[in-house]
């Protein structure tokens, strides 16, 4: 089980007093040297918190993966190209949401995610899909040439009760084992915090997690080292 780290509210935290600390790349590199496996950052249209220079500056510091995160729009499809990030995580944006809600409706939006798919390829970046832990997104995932899902934990993070919580935990579990006996790598994330990763860690068919919020949360308690590393020894 991989962890990726999610660093956009290190970019938040900065935006506050609109100058430069902290600094997304230092926070990277804290995040790597306590174990993480990649370093995931969400250009959104509205640049509220990663803006187009963090991406460029990580591109040439991230030394494990980056990961960019971001809606199928003309424009981001744009910088996204030019940058070349080690993996293009596709999401559903919505301008007044405050952070990613659901998984991108592939079965919908088949042929537009299809063509962008093929322009990542064609610059020979992979491209993972944020997706319910639904069947037939899945198959479209698969369909569309995706090499990788990213399973929405979102909804199992918000869950009230124990019944609630297996429910969904179970239809994590079997999306997981569908995708991959479909040949796709998978991978989990939203929500997740240190009192219910445990669950979604467990499940063997989930190649990697990418968490953001929990952990930037706790690094203003405990210093991001920490705070990563404790996610790491729950995760493995
Ligand atoms: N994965 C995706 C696709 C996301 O959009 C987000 C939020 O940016 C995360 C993972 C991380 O979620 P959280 O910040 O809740 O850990």
């Not at 780290?5 to 790597?32: F, W, Y």
């Not at 993996?87 to 559903?92: E, G």
């Amino acid at each position: 089980m991989r962890l990726c780290l999610n660093i956009d509210h290190i970019a938040t935290l900065r935006n506050a007093r609109g100058g430069t600390e902290p600094d997304p790349v230092e926070a990277a590199k804290i995040c790597e040297r306590a174990g993480a496996d990649g370093i995931v950052v969400h250009l959104r249209e509205d640049r509220r918190h990663i803006k187009d220079r963090d991406v460029w500056k990580l591109r040439e510091t991230v030394t494990t993966k980056l990961d960019l995160e971001m809606g199928a729009s003309d424009e981001i499809v744009a910088i996204a190209l030019e940058i070349v990030p080690d993996l293009i995580t596709l999401v559903p944006e919505n301008r007044l949401e405050l952070t990613t809600e659901g998984g991108l409706d592939v079965v919908a939006h088949k042929e537009k995610l299809k063509n962008v798919i093929t322009l990542f390829h064609n610059k020979k970046i992979p491209v993972s899909l944020f997706i319910d832990p639904v069947m037939a997104q899945i198959e479209a995932s698969k369909e569309i040439g995706a090499e990788m899902i990213e399973l929405h934990t979102g909804e199992y993070a918000e869950a009230t009760t124990q019944e609630e919580l297996q429910r969904l935990l179970k239809e994590i579990k079997a999306a997981a084992q569908y995708g991959k006996q479909m040949g796709l790598e998978v991978n989990a994330g939203h929500g997740l915090n240190y009192s219910n990763v445990s669950g979604v860690a467990a499940i063997s068919q989930i190649d990697e997690m990418s968490i953001g919020h929990s952990i930037i949360a706790r690094a203003t308690f405990v210093g991001l080292e920490r705070a990563v590393k404790e996610m790491i020894a729950l995760i493995k």
